[in-house]
């Protein structure tokens, strides 16, 4: 158990407001309920129109009682020459536009969408937005305009029936169930090992920053790079897989296990949001370098909270949802020789006789087998090697997760990838991180690490 949080209750405008100290390291967790008129959280205030119980999920991130009206937003979502920003949505669903910001971009704004404008109009005490049980996800617009991302920074609020226990953990935003199914007390440390840390290891405290914010998974194109907010997560697949990498390896180096709850809990939840993600219907597709990273995380929440069903999305033979299985596979005799691109200006090099049983990756083999190629230098091909392989090391450290993974070809891959790439020294872009480099040559050929 982490220390005890400490609060502050701030009088503002009359109001009560809700402030978390947290201390260094530990994490929120609700005191004796409170009826509140206000919540804070990463810049963004949610006002509502009377005191309602509220409190804090194991994360961090907030709960109130409902029904509630919410009176203001702030900042507020408004309509500055012809430009909206600041937009919340609520109970978002997986597509390819938003409710955030109209500013043109990589996702089109929906402004039906766009629940900080209650019909359209500016959010007041006499334009409420009242909401039952559910997920606001509210987000902080970059003032300049921007390709990707748009957003600063999103919190998410949510709504629910009836007070979480405490150590709950937080709902995911997608999907329309907002009960708390599992507590910080069911997570199961004895699947974390206690190695020791290896040369380029990053501190656990900013390991722990990346996890602070949510990510935001209600849309799994490339185009999400639009609303991943610059404060939270990284734009690109490939950052999300790098730091996501740091984190399931920080937990497996011998820190003491009460160091390790609050990067456990916050790994955990950013689990259970894919989850809830891949419940609905999401498909991370095998789409250059943006989609990677997130199968792991999945996994490490199934087994730290002993889920089959969170687990079962995890079977690439059941579900074969995320992009490392789509990009991965052994060659067969009907590869070889088989055409290839030859009009997008990249190389293809065809697959030979002696390729046969090799374990291979492709940039979008299940959608656009026609872009594989066998040569090493296939556009992609070390963006991705170098994004996954802490993932792959993740699996492998932690009991029990590569047969539930349940796809060969990935892991194999990925042990030959390794091999090929360190003996490709000098002037190779995207790098194999020094972090994961050392854990791998330290801890992959260590028998115990193959359990």
């Not at 938003?98 to 039906?112: E, F, I, L, V």
């Not at 998974?217 to 990284?234: F, G, K, M, V």
């Amino acid at each position: 158990m982490g220390p005890t949080p400490r609060w502050l209750v701030v009088l503002i405008l009359g109001g009560l407001s809700w402030v978390p100290v947290s201390p260094a390291h530990g994490n929120p967790e609700s005191p004796e309920i409170q009826p509140v008129e206000r919540l804070t959280q990463f810049g963004i205030t949610w006002t509502f129109d009377k005191k309602y119980p509220a409190g804090q999920y194991a994360n961090g991130d907030y709960w109130v009682v409902g029904p509630v009206k919410i009176i203001s937003i702030s900042p507020p979502s408004v309509d500055e020459d012809g430009r909206i920003r600041n937009g919340s949505q609520w109970n978002p669903v997986l597509a390819e536009d938003q409710g955030y910001d109209s500013a043109k971009g990589d996702m089109k704004y929906n402004p039906a969408k766009n629940a900080g404008r209650p019909d359209g109009k500016d959010l007041s005490a006499e334009n409420p937005l009242v909401l039952s049980t559910g997920s606001l996800v509210s987000t902080i617009s970059r003032q300049e305009l921007q390709p990707r991302p748009q957003l600063k920074t999103a919190a998410i609020l949510t709504v629910v029936s009836s007070a979480p226990e405490p150590g709950s953990f937080r709902p995911p935003p997608v999907g329309t169930d907002k009960t708390s199914h599992w507590n910080k007390r069911n997570l199961d440390y004895s699947l974390l090992k206690s190695l020791p840390p290896v040369a380029g290891t990053p501190s656990l405290d900013s390991v722990e920053r990346y996890f602070e914010k949510p990510w935001l998974e209600q849309n799994t194109s490339w185009t999400a790079c639009y609303i991943h907010p610059l404060d939270n997560q990284a734009c690109y697949g490939k950052n999300i897989a790098i730091q996501a990498a740091e984190g399931l390896l920080s937990l497996h180096l011998d820190y003491p296990r009460e160091r390790k709850e609050t990067l456990y809990i916050r790994l955990v939840q950013y689990g259970i949001d894919i989850y809830g993600s891949a419940k609905a219907g999401a498909v991370w597709i095998g789409y250059g370098g943006h989609n990677q990273g997130r199968k792991m995380p999945l996994i490490l929440a199934g087994l730290a909270l002993n889920n089959a069903e969170i687990l079962e999305y995890g079977d690439a033979a059941k579900h074969l949802i995320f992009q490392e299985d789509q990009q991965t596979w052994y060659v067969t005799r009907e590869d070889v020789g088989r055409p290839l691109n030859t009009r997008d200006n990249r190389p293809h090099e065809p697959y030979r006789e002696e390729d046969i049983g090799l374990p291979e990756w492709g940039v979008q083999h299940l959608q656009r087998p026609m872009d594989d190629g066998r040569n090493w230098n296939a556009y992609y091909r070390n963006i991705c090697l170098s994004s996954e392989l802490g993932h792959a090391l993740a699996a492998h450290l932690t009991p029990g997760a590569v047969p539930l993974w349940n796809w060969p070809a990935f892991f194999d891959y990925m042990d030959r990838g390794f091999l090929t790439d360190q003996a490709d020294k000098g002037g190779k872009s995207n790098p194999i991180p020094a972090f994961v480099a050392n854990m791998w040559n330290t801890y992959r050929t260590d028998p115990a690490s193959r359990r």
